[in-house]
């Protein structure tokens, strides 16, 4: 199974950047593909696509939310973090058949 | 549009089996596969298994003894089975549209499960 690391938390002021990262324990990148996909969740709702394939945007969301990164190692930006951003954000990787998730990373204010 | 939605019951008693209904609108499950996530409370997602749009299945390896996934095409519908149920299959569990090599584009609103006596 790939594993996906990630910080369990991060402060972060309104209006400043975030970067989250997530680490694979293998390589999740075919060819020119990488399958890393982030997803927002706030407390009893379910989990939000944000960014897919490491760096696309998902419909409908705020331009201010990028992706990076390759192999086995990711990046979700999140600039200017706004209040509406507080809350837990998930990598997961499809590149094997056995999709797996990090543990999350919550977003919290300085 | 794309619609998923669970149901099934709330509270399970610890041995007994978990049933779980996935209803889908606004997609084919002859086109799109459809997985099950599930998430203990203050947790991350946990991928269980996979309805493929041909029919065939995949499971978590960690849950493969446990778990049967089956489909009714006619009726849209995904079902879940998980037996042996202990505590720590609290949570909720999700379907959510699955195309391969492709993020979890739609979820359902997802249920809550609990199992206690």
């Known amino acids: 199974d790939i594993v996906l690391t990630q910080s369990p938390a991060l402060a972060v002021s309104l209006g400043q950047r975030a970067t989250i990262s997530c680490r694979a324990s293998?390589?999740?990148?075919?060819?020119?593909?990488?399958?890393m996909h982030w997803y927002q969740q706030k407390p009893g709702q379910q989990p939000k696509l944000l960014i897919y394939r490491a760096s696309n945007l998902a419909s409908g969301i705020p331009a201010r939310f990028s992706g990076s990164g390759s192999g086995t190692d990711f990046t979700l930006t999140i600039n200017p973090v706004q209040a509406d951003d507080i809350a837990t954000y998930y990598c997961?990787?499809?590149?094997?058949?056995?999709?797996?998730f990090g543990a999350g990373t919550k977003l919290e204010l300085k | 549009q794309v619609q998923l939605k669970e149901s099934g019951p709330g509270l399970v008693q610890p041995s007994e089996t978990l049933s779980l209904t996935c209803t889908v609108s606004g997609f084919s499950l002859t086109s799109y596969s459809v997985s099950w996530v599930r998430q203990p409370s203050g947790k991350g997602p946990e991928w269980m298994g996979r309805?493929?749009?041909?029919?065939?299945?995949a499971y978590n390896s960690a849950l493969k003894s446990r778990l049967s996934i089956s489909r009714d095409t006619s009726k849209n519908q995904v079902f879940l089975k998980m037996n042996s149920l202990q505590t720590d299959d609290t949570g909720t569990y999700y379907c959510?549209?699955?195309?391969?090599?492709?993020?979890?584009?739609?979820w359902g609103q997802g249920v809550m499960v609990t199992v206690s006596s």
């Open positions: 959510t549209r699955d195309l391969t090599h492709n993020p979890f584009d739609y």
């Open positions: 997961q990787q499809s590149r094997e058949s056995m999709y797996t």
């Open positions: 293998q390589s999740v990148s075919i060819s020119r593909y990488n399958l």
């Open positions: 309805m493929w749009y041909d029919g065939d299945t």
